[in-house]
């Protein structure tokens, strides 16, 4: 498992500049999303010729085997440099227990939200295009989002061009009245100083829908390397990092409040939720438990890995579900092309 993808895992490292419209990280690996993630490094996905991973869900017999039927989590595909070039997720809703009889009648629609991203490279391997598709059943209209990346001669980012597109099923209305599509534009043009640190960056930003159309120019000063743009400068409250820089623990506090001049503020409570994590002689997380602050028990998520390493399975302690990952390798032809990538 790649370095710090557990905290990846746990929250988000991405500096968020607007809500919508934030700038992309150029490395795919790198891209931290709530609804992307890939949970290996590139070296390791190189070094093993990975060309297919699949995440699902699969319900457990009393005895432990599983059941035949199982619920895909995500699938991700990668060339034969280590990329990824497609991902596909999805997302089914749970709800009451006479819906769900409902919905396995077929006499109720499933709520289900599937996520789809593909990439595209140039010569170099660089991204320079990456298409997200988000659909949801129970939705009027899908998210269509692009992002454009440019560089400049020294092959750093230049400027990012991100369309957002919410995009309503035809002849849809509300209360008689007939929606259009929604369309946010935004570029960012980087600004480096001699030792290629970002300088800042300037955003402009172009907004139509039925009630907006503006337009908006701004400068963010960083003075930081490209990747610092996406590190947040402090931990969350709660967590704890060994010398290592893993996670040890994480605490979720059941008591959080605002103060009058702004800003948050806790107050440790028996009933916190406090999360050890134990790791293997090889680095790699092997189990997560989690106790309340009063000592009480509450579960057990234990991770088991394959013999090159990669990740196999997550379960919980006590539940009749499991998650299991499979892997596709590529074939010799495809390995010997990666074996010499183009520079």
Not at 6 to 24: D, E, R, T, V
Not at 47 to 63: A, E, R, T
Not at 92 to 120: D, H
């Amino acid at each position: 498992m790649k370095k710090h993808s557990l905290i990846l895992f746990i929250f988000s490292i991405i500096f968020s500049l607007i809500a919508k419209g934030q700038i992309y990280h150029s490395d795919p690996y790198k891209i931290d999303h709530s609804y992307f993630n890939i949970e290996q490094s590139r070296q390791e996905i190189l070094n093993n010729k990975v060309k297919l991973i699949s995440s699902f869900d699969n319900s457990l017999k009393k005895n432990g085997s599983k059941k035949k039927k199982s619920k895909l989590n995500y699938r991700i595909e990668f060339n034969e440099y280590g990329n990824p070039i497609n991902y596909y997720s999805s997302y089914v809703m749970e709800c009451w227990w006479f819906p769900a009889l409902k919905q396995k009648l077929g006499l109720e629609k499933r709520f289900i939200t599937t996520y789809n991203y593909s990439f595209q490279y140039d010569s170099l391997n660089k991204l320079i295009h990456l298409k997200e598709k988000i659909v949801e059943t129970h939705s009027p209209a899908y998210e269509e989002n692009d992002i454009n990346f440019y560089y400049n001669k020294e092959n750093l980012l230049n400027y990012e061009i991100i369309s957002e597109k919410y995009i309503y099923k035809n002849g849809y209305k509300y209360r008689g009245v007939a929606y259009t599509n929604d369309t946010t534009l935004s570029k960012y043009y980087l600004n480096y100083d001699n030792s290629n640190k970002v300088k800042y960056v300037i955003k402009w930003s172009s907004s139509n829908g039925e009630n907006i159309n503006k337009k908006v120019l701004d400068t963010i000063n960083f003075n930081c390397t490209f990747d610092s743009i996406f590190i947040k400068k402090s931990l969350p409250k709660g967590i704890k990092l060994d010398t290592l820089g893993r996670i040890v623990e994480s605490t979720l506090h059941m008591f959080q409040g605002t103060l009058i001049g702004g800003g948050n503020y806790t107050r440790e409570m028996p009933n916190d939720l406090i999360n050890n994590y134990t790791y293997d002689i090889s680095g790699r997380l092997v189990l997560i438990e989690s106790k309340t602050r009063s000592g009480n028990y509450v579960s057990k998520e234990i991770w088991t890995y394959d013999k090159n390493g990669f990740l196999k399975s997550k379960h919980f302690d006590g539940s009749m579900k499991t998650t299991f990952y499979e892997y596709e390798f590529l074939k010799k032809t495809d390995a010997n092309r990666a074996a010499c990538p183009i520079q």
